[in-house]
């Protein structure tokens, strides 16, 4: 009897919440950024506050459900370009190897030594950059490790009797490259796009909660983070809501992540 996996069905849950938010957060929660001054701040619990509300007398939880768009559109905007531009320069550093390979390769190397989020902090302060400057930033400092992933699969693709037999057809390089070995490719990048997505949604919500990202008032739960430090004492659930939606989220595309890697190799191997 074949066993059933836990993994996808456990991240399934979280991730199907959050996915409603995304998609519905204008229907579910359109006042969510509504503001009563007189109201303030009040503890988790109160009458239609389940979790309080911050000093502007917005609903935590209603602003949470708003923040998950940008918490989490921006990181899949990320892991979607940097899995592209991988799939390009990773492609052609494995192909075509030589002088090709060692560029990309340097590139790569020199992009993986720099501090992601010190460097996305410095750019995005230095041109005044918003939100898809900084995803725009975070793109280009996430695509090295694309880049090796890719090139290391071309490179063990390129050894294959099916790439031989193209050859010796005279089959062009480019058809190749994108008709051949491009989607023997593919799931492993889809794999590593999961991962960029949890490690992106981790790096966008610390520069929001630096001040970087969205604006101030925003929905966002980086944002909510920075914005209740000062309200751990009255009503810790501004801090502790966003915090584990964040941590929640990242784990569970993680997991699902880390699930397809090992299945795709699997599958690999078993040919």
Same mark, same amino acid.
């Given at each position: 009897?074949?066993?059933?996996?836990?993994?996808?069905?456990?991240?399934?849950?979280?991730?199907?919440?959050?996915?409603?938010?995304?998609?519905?957060?204008?229907?579910?929660?359109?006042?969510?950024?509504?503001?009563?001054?007189?109201?303030?701040?009040?503890?988790?619990?109160?009458?239609?506050?389940?979790?309080?509300?911050?000093?502007?007398?917005?609903?935590?939880?209603?602003?949470?459900?708003?923040?998950?768009?940008?918490?989490?559109?921006?990181?899949?905007?990320?892991?979607?370009?940097?899995?592209?531009?991988?799939?390009?320069?990773?492609? %052609?550093?494995?192909?075509?190897?030589?002088?090709?390979?060692?560029?990309?390769?340097?590139?790569?190397?020199?992009?993986?030594?720099?501090?992601?989020?010190?460097?996305?902090?410095?750019?995005?302060?230095?041109?005044?950059?918003?939100?898809?400057?900084?995803?725009?930033?975070?793109?280009?400092? %996430?695509?090295?490790?694309?880049?090796?992933?890719?090139?290391?699969?071309?490179?063990?693709?390129?050894?294959?009797?099916?790439?031989?037999? $193209?050859?010796?057809?005279?089959?062009?390089?480019?058809?190749?490259? %994108?008709?051949?070995?491009?989607?023997?490719?593919?799931?492993?990048?889809?794999?590593?796009?999961?991962?960029?997505?949890?490690?992106?949604?981790?790096?966008?919500?610390?520069?929001?909660?630096?001040?970087?990202?969205?604006?101030?008032?925003?929905?966002?739960?980086?944002?909510?983070? $920075?914005?209740?430090?000062?309200?751990?004492?009255?009503?810790?659930?501004?801090?502790?809501?966003?915090?584990?939606?964040?941590?929640?989220?990242?784990?569970?595309?993680?997991?699902?992540?880390?699930?397809?890697?090992?299945?795709?190799?699997?599958?690999?191997?078993?040919?």
């Amino acid at each position: 009897m074949k066993r059933v996996s836990l993994t996808p069905i456990l991240c399934a849950i979280p991730l199907g919440a959050v996915a409603v938010c995304v998609v519905g957060s204008q229907w579910l929660v359109p006042d969510a950024k509504q503001q009563d001054i007189l109201l303030g701040v009040t503890p988790a619990g109160t009458a239609g506050h389940p979790f309080g509300t911050d000093q502007l007398g917005r609903d935590i939880l209603q602003l949470a459900i708003a923040g998950a768009r940008s918490a989490v559109v921006g990181p899949i905007a990320i892991a979607l370009g940097s899995m592209l531009i991988g799939l390009l320069l990773g492609t %052609f550093a494995g192909y075509f190897g030589g002088w090709v390979d060692l560029t990309l390769s340097k590139y790569a190397d020199l992009l993986l030594a720099l501090p992601t989020t010190l460097i996305a902090l410095v750019v995005a302060g230095l041109v005044d950059g918003g939100y898809w400057v900084t995803v725009l930033v975070l793109v280009v400092l %996430f695509s090295p490790t694309d880049i090796r992933m890719v090139r290391g699969s071309v490179l063990a693709q390129t050894t294959r009797p099916y790439i031989e037999s $193209a050859r010796v057809l005279g089959l062009g390089r480019f058809r190749i490259m %994108f008709r051949h070995i491009l989607p023997n490719v593919l799931p492993v990048a889809l794999a590593t796009m999961l991962l960029n997505v949890a490690f992106a949604l981790v790096a966008m919500s610390a520069l929001s909660f630096l001040g970087l990202g969205v604006g101030p008032g925003e929905a966002d739960w980086g944002r909510q983070l $920075a914005d209740g430090r000062d309200l751990l004492g009255r009503n810790s659930a501004a801090v502790i809501l966003p915090g584990m939606l964040i941590i929640v989220t990242a784990a569970a595309i993680n997991l699902l992540g880390d699930w397809l890697q090992e299945r795709f190799e699997r599958r690999a191997a078993q040919r």
